[in-house]
């Protein structure tokens, strides 16, 4: 069974940073893409990042672009992804949930439970 657990989420100043984590077991997941995903009360779930597991290649919303940096540890069989906030804006504040998907397929799969994260102005 497929679980993903995000952690690191918090208060912070703007123009601060964080990091946060998705712990990801159940499976092998070298075929597959990792996400972070963000949403706000009222509003639909957004994308934020992707990282394609096996090579590294990475996606990113406009928004975030310069200042947000997804990444991932599959060494010695951790299996970590995480996004580096820098910079961070009062309209980052939201929650924010990790992802995972086939290669094959557009549709997110696999969701973490979320993790909030909130910007003081």
């Known amino acids: 069974q497929v679980q993903l657990a995000e952690s690191g989420g918090g208060l912070v100043q703007a123009g601060g940073s964080l990091r946060l984590s998705c712990a990801a077991s159940?499976?092998?997941?070298?075929?597959?893409?990792m996400g972070w995903f963000r949403q706000t009360p009222g509003k639909e779930r957004v994308f934020v990042a992707s990282i394609v597991w096996t090579g590294g290649s990475t996606y990113y919303a406009d928004p975030v672009k310069g200042r947000f940096t997804i990444s991932r540890d599959n060494t010695n069989d951790a299996n970590t992804v995480y996004l580096q906030m820098n910079s961070l804006k009062p309209e980052d504040t939201a929650v924010y949930y990790c992802a995972a998907r086939s290669r094959t397929t557009i549709d997110w799969r696999y969701w973490g439970q979320g993790t909030q994260v909130t910007v003081s102005s």
């Open positions: 159940g499976r092998t997941f070298s075929t597959y893409v």
